[in-house]
C-alpha cells in the first residue's frame, strides 16, 4: 500500500506525510478488493471507515470538520451530500472559535519572542557586530519589507555576535558554527535560515569569509551544490 500502513496491531493507519484524499482512495480501493469495510486511522486521530462505494470527495469533506472539531472523530461511511443547516451554521461557529483562538494564541507566541528576543539583545548589548562594510548591513537592513525578512536579518546578527564571544574565549568558528547558530534562532528552525544567515554575513562581517567556507565545506559533505 502507498498511504496507508498495515502496523503489527492489525490498525490501518495513514502514512505521515500523505495527502489525506489520497489515504481515502486507497481505503476505498482496498474495500472493493476485500469485499468489506476498511476502517483507518488518520494522522489527525480521526477513525476513517469507508466501503467500496463510498465518495471520497465526502468523505474528505467530513474528515476536515473532524479535524477542526466541528463533528466527532469518526467520519463515514456514507456522509450526507448536503450539510443541513443548523450543521452549515455550527461549522461556522466553530471554524470562527478555531480562528479566534489560534489569532489568540499567535498573540501570545509572539509576545513570549520577543520577550526572549529583547532579554537576548539585553544579554549582547555590549558586543557591537564587528562589521567590514557596515554601510552594507544597513542596505540589508533597508532592504528587510517585511516581517520573517527583519527576523532573519536580526538572527544573523545574534549569530554573528555570539560567534565574536567565542572568537575571543579562544573557540574555532568552525566547531561553534551550528550550536551559536541554534541559539540565535531561539522559535526558528535553524534550517530555515542558516543559508541566508550566512549569505547576508558573507559579505559585510570580519569572520564572513570563513564563515561561508564552512558553510560550503558543510553543503559539500552533504552533497549538496550551492
Not at 39 to 56: C, E, F, I, L, Q
Not at 115 to 144: H, N, Q, T, Y
Not at 186 to 213: F, H, I, P, T
Request: hydrophobic letters at 40%.
Amino acid at each position: 500500500m502507498k498511504y496507508l500502513w498495515d502496523y503489527p496491531d492489525g490498525i490501518l493507519r495513514a502514512k505521515p506525510g500523505c495527502e489525506d484524499i489520497d489515504s481515502i482512495k486507497e481505503a476505498i480501493s482496498l474495500a472493493t478488493e476485500r469485499g468489506a469495510a476498511v476502517t483507518y486511522h488518520s494522522g489527525s486521530d480521526a477513525v476513517v471507515t469507508v466501503h467500496r462505494d463510498s465518495n471520497p470527495e465526502l468523505i474528505h469533506r467530513d474528515l476536515w470538520r473532524a479535524i477542526r472539531g466541528q463533528i466527532g472523530k469518526d467520519v463515514g461511511p456514507y456522509p450526507a451530500r448536503n450539510l443541513s443547516i443548523q450543521e452549515r451554521k455550527n461549522d461556522t461557529r466553530i471554524k470562527a472559535a478555531n480562528l479566534k483562538d489560534w489569532r489568540e494564541r499567535e498573540v501570545a507566541r509572539e509576545a513570549e519572542n520577543r520577550a526572549r528576543r529583547d532579554a537576548f539583545e539585553a544579554k549582547l548589548a555590549g558586543v557591537p557586530i564587528e562589521l567590514v562594510d557596515p554601510a552594507w548591513w544597513d542596505e540589508l537592513d533597508s532592504m528587510a519589507t517585511d516581517a520573517n525578512d527583519k527576523e532573519l536579518l536580526a538572527i544573523a546578527g545574534l549569530w554573528a555576535r555570539l560567534l565574536q564571544l567565542k572568537i575571543a574565549n579562544g573557540e574555532k568558528l568552525e566547531e561553534v558554527a551550528k550550536a551559536t547558530l541554534v541559539e540565535a534562532c531561539m522559535n526558528r528552525d535553524a534550517r530555515d535560515v542558516a543559508k541566508d544567515a550566512v549569505a547576508a554575513l558573507s559579505l559585510c562581517w570580519k569572520y564572513g569569509e570563513q564563515l561561508e567556507r564552512w558553510w560550503n565545506s558543510l553543503q559539500t559533505r552533504k552533497g549538496t551544490t550551492q
